[in-house]
């Protein structure tokens, strides 16, 4: 009796479920990725506090001011040396708002500094806002990471 | 004439070959992969601080005097020294910011709402020049409130405002 033999068979898995799990992976990240410096920038440490909670009502025109360990201020990814030079910017700004019909105290001063940043710089800077007109300020911080302690 | 039929008696499917689309896929993952940031959570304390006139009139009644912070710095911009300047006298706390905490707990008493210390009392921070910022947040953050034993946020000071610098006053 001939037996014909048969060819060993190459076991072929099935990819159509990884592939679908790729994309959904991918969708994910093509959701969250976030490309915007504007806001925030990695050369600012914020310091950090336990009472960090984001704000439970977003201020109808925020305005962001970064300021850096070396005491240069960040706007929109533009650095100003020191504070002085700030008065036109924040003139253009608090016009802008105007035209867009927010006045002086609807505008709300986002102040993202440094952790190792000197006090008095902050201050500085809260002084040239009020004599752009600016009134309303926020000093931003965040969220104590658990199981470090800031007490 | 025999016509040979060549080839399997199987219908002739077009094959799409799916290995560069899974390596082109694999290549758009790792990108936003190394492109993904967690980002910390952020709060903020919220400051009013509007651009000081000079009001006529007599003061308003009832108008209670901002209770004074002031903290002194180290030449390194530690903390030296922290000072409560209240109607009892100038109480030093050195370092320890916990003090403070309770003298902002003690000043405001348990009444809470509207005609309350709480809802009405506010606090004016002098901090040196050079005092690190992460200090001043701290100091704030001890004046702002704390989580009691069940996790409950207990609100202390609302109002917070800095010092007016003088001009010209630098590091």
New interface residues.
């Given amino acids: 009796m001939r037996i014909k033999k048969q060819p060993p068979g190459m076991a072929e898995g099935d990819l159509t479920p990884m592939i679908d799990m790729t994309f959904q992976l991918i969708a994910f990240f093509m959701v969250l990725v976030n490309f915007s410096q504007a806001e925030q920038t990695e050369l600012i440490q914020l310091p950090s506090s336990a009472l960090a909670k984001a704000p439970e009502e977003q201020p109808e025109y925020p305005f962001t001011i970064n300021i850096r360990k070396d005491g240069k201020i960040l706007i929109a990814g533009r650095t100003y040396d020191t504070i002085d030079s700030l008065g036109i910017k924040l003139d253009q700004e608090r016009q802008f708002a105007q035209d867009r019909g927010y006045g002086a105290d609807k505008i709300t001063v986002i102040i993202r500094a440094h952790e190792s940043t000197q006090t008095g710089k902050v201050q500085e800077l809260i002084k040239k806002c009020q004599d752009a007109g600016l009134e309303t300020f926020a000093l931003r911080v965040k969220e104590v990471v658990p199981g470090s302690s800031t007490d | 004439m025999k016509i040979r039929h060549v080839g399997s008696g199987e219908e002739e499917g077009v094959k799409l070959e799916?290995t560069p689309m899974?390596d082109i896929?694999?290549q758009?993952?790792v990108f936003?992969?190394m492109?993904?940031?967690i980002?910390?959570?952020?709060?903020?304390?919220?400051?009013?601080?509007?651009?000081a006139a000079p009001r006529a009139g007599s003061p308003q009644e009832n108008f209670t005097p901002p209770l004074k912070v002031k903290?002194e710095a180290n030449p390194n911009?530690t903390i030296a020294n922290i000072v409560v300047q209240d109607l009892s006298g100038d109480i030093s706390y050195g370092t320890d910011?916990?003090a403070l905490r309770a003298h902002a707990q003690g000043y405001m008493g348990d009444e809470r709402g509207p005609g309350s210390i709480q809802s009405e009392a506010e606090v004016e921070i002098d901090?040196?020049?050079?005092?690190?910022?992460?200090?001043?947040?701290?100091a704030?953050?001890m004046l702002?409130?704390?989580?009691d034993e069940s996790e409950n946020?207990v609100k202390l000071f609302e109002k917070i405002k800095?010092k007016?610098?003088p001009e010209g006053?630098?590091?």
Avoid: C, W
């Fill in positions: 799916m899974i896929v694999f758009l993952l936003f992969i492109t993904f940031k980002v910390t959570q952020e709060g903020d304390f919220n400051i009013k601080m509007p651009q903290l911009g910011f916990k901090a040196d020049y050079r005092l690190r910022y992460s200090e001043t947040v701290r704030i953050t702002s409130g704390f989580h946020l800095f007016p610098q006053a630098g590091g």
